[in-house]
């Protein structure tokens, strides 16, 4: 199982990224998806979830409002539209699957990306 995150970059506040995630070697559709982000010094968190068909979409509260995820079951690809980026969104961004129903709790997907590094600067 490979996930293949990209589309970081550098990017003023206020701006916009796309960040896309290739997934192979799974049943894409069978899986739900989900980013999370790690910044310097502090644990990964939770951003997004799409469930499995791409009709529930779950959303941690610091993002609500500025950041889309959606996902393309015929091209195994999930998305994660950011806008109004802030200073504090700066992190590495990893894409995650998961058949388990917990879609906000870390430890219980079960394939990672390889992350891709938003910077956002002031």
């Known amino acids: 199982v490979q996930l293949q995150a990209f589309g970081g970059g550098l990017v003023q506040a206020g701006g916009s990224l796309r960040l896309s995630c290739a997934a192979s070697?799974?049943?894409?559709?069978?899986?739900?998806m989900g980013w999370f982000r790690q910044a310097p010094g502090k644990e990964r968190k939770f951003v997004a979830a799409v469930s499995w068909s791409g009709v529930s979409t779950y959303y941690a509260d610091s993002v609500k409002g500025r950041f889309t995820i959606s996902r393309d079951n015929a091209k195994n690809t999930v998305y994660l539209q950011m806008s109004s980026l802030k200073p504090e969104d700066t992190a590495v961004y990893y894409c995650?699957?998961?058949?388990?129903?917990?879609?906000?709790?870390?430890?219980?997907?079960?394939?990672w990306g390889q992350g891709t590094q938003v910077t956002v600067s002031s």
């Open positions: 995650a699957a998961t058949q388990n129903v917990a879609f906000i709790q870390r430890a219980f997907y079960d394939y």
């Open positions: 070697g799974l049943t894409f559709s069978s899986y739900a």
